[in-house]
């Protein structure tokens, strides 16, 4: 039976920016919009944190019984390292999409926006079918597609739109920056994990690229926050603070670069998460007070 420490391990608490970070910048957009909400801030951030935790679960229960996981680079899979048995880890995962569920529909009924709920359906079906289901897209190269989609435009644009009611193309902007920095870690974890997804047959886009082009990916994504921060400081000036991401950038794509592999890479996942995160609070208050 898996220890809570292993349970807290398995949920890859690393990822937990790519929830927290575009919520971040949603809420900064709708203040800077005139509309705030604390109620409807807190759901949007429990449907993303319980989102990203149940994909988590569930690619370790999928992840695990097909067997791919067992020969793995990077942190403890539960299923995989056969610390938990597989229907225990499912079990988490629907508890997590449950939540999810339940929180959307409040927000839902407290925004009377109810065809929102399909897009929250959409959510689940695509945190499922990652690595779920007999032709998951996360095996098709689409990952990194369906990483920019929801965690980058659905999040950010859905998190202002419950709270103000509408988008502008600054809010557009930041939610393709918050996309392109929630798929470039995505690739650096594939990146990390070519040489084992080759063996099993798993096809993520990092695989059909090759690792000289998926480093170029990755630079090119860690790349455009930043000059979406640049456009949108010609109409808001204190957007520029995202720059301040820029030090946590810079050991990442060094490393990546430098042809690093293996665990080598960790630090890139840790480093980009947290420029993630950093990025989106500065453009949040930017977007809010400036």
């Not at 994909?55 to 995989?80: C, F, I, K």
Request: hydrophobic share 55%.
């Amino acid at each position: 039976m898996a220890t809570v420490a292993q349970w807290i391990e398995g949920a890859r608490l690393r990822t937990l920016p790519n929830a927290i970070a575009p919520v971040l910048v949603g809420v900064g957009a709708a203040a800077g919009l005139g509309a705030f909400d604390a109620v409807r801030a807190m759901l949007a951030l429990v449907v993303a944190l319980a989102l990203i935790v149940g994909v988590n679960y569930a690619n370790d229960y999928s992840d695990g019984v097909r067997g791919t996981d067992d020969e793995r680079v990077g942190p403890l899979r539960l299923v995989g390292s056969g610390v938990a048995e597989p229907p225990v880890v499912l079990r988490a995962a629907v508890a997590c999409f449950a939540l999810a569920a339940v929180a959307g529909l409040v927000l839902v009924a407290l925004s009377g926006q109810w065809w929102l709920i399909a897009v929250g359906a959409l959510c689940i079906a695509g945190a499922w079918f990652y690595t779920g289901g007999k032709r998951p897209y996360g095996y098709a190269g689409l990952g990194e597609i369906a990483v920019f989609v929801f965690f980058g435009l659905v999040a950010v644009l859905g998190t202002t739109f419950v709270l103000a009611e509408r988008v502008t193309g600054v809010t557009i902007g930041a939610a393709v920056a918050v996309g392109a920095f929630s798929s470039a870690v995505l690739v650096a974890n594939n990146l990390r994990d070519i040489p084992t997804d080759e063996q099993v047959g798993k096809r993520t886009l990092a695989v059909l690229l090759g690792d000289r082009d998926t480093r170029a990916l990755y630079t090119a994504l860690v790349i455009v926050p930043f000059l979406l921060s640049t456009l949108i400081g010609l109409r808001n000036p204190a957007a520029l603070l995202g720059f301040l991401a820029v030090p946590l950038v810079v050991p990442a794509l060094r490393r990546v670069l430098r042809g690093f592999t293996g665990r080598s890479l960790i630090p890139v996942l840790r480093d980009t998460g947290l420029a993630m995160l950093v990025w989106s609070t500065a453009t949040a208050a930017g977007l809010a007070f400036g």
